[in-house]
């Protein structure tokens, strides 16, 4: 079995989820929303701090630590199987990344943004560059 892009994408969202659910990480927040059957977990605006709510960071930590590892399982896929029809990743895609990765690492710089998908990042960019320079030649 070869590891694509596409699939260290896919990796990186199920590990994401999957911490993100453990009881090392947000698992207690999950569980409230399970008590809740995941609905209405949040107040909303009504929380937003401008309209003088009090937000529950932790609550909003743990959705969006959880959905960002969602949103990278279906991407995983996409790309693995662009990977596996064309062998080629879109540079537009893989700059995407990179920004993306890159305001995650200034905004959190000792997360997994750092020590995982920043070299993953590089490493696609990288990739590409050889590639291009090979069909110049």
Not at 39 to 47: A, N, Q, R
Not at 77 to 88: A, C, H, M, P, R
């Amino acid at each position: 079995m070869k590891l694509t892009n596409g699939k260290i994408l896919l990796y990186i969202g199920i590990a994401h989820f999957l911490l993100g659910i453990s009881p090392f990480a947000f698992g207690k927040q999950f569980l409230e929303f399970a008590n809740k059957l995941f609905f209405k977990i949040s107040e909303g605006l009504i929380e937003f701090p401008l309209l003088n709510g009090q937000m529950n960071y932790e609550n909003f930590a743990a959705f969006w630590f959880v959905y960002f590892g969602i949103l990278l399982i279906p991407i995983g896929f996409l790309v693995d199987y662009i990977e596996k029809t064309t062998e080629n990743i879109p540079s537009k895609f893989i700059w995407s990344y990179l920004i993306v990765v890159l305001i995650g690492v200034y905004m959190i710089p000792f997360s997994g943004m750092t020590f995982i998908m920043l070299p993953h990042a590089m490493y696609m960019a990288i990739q590409k560059r050889k590639q291009k320079n090979k069909t110049n030649v």
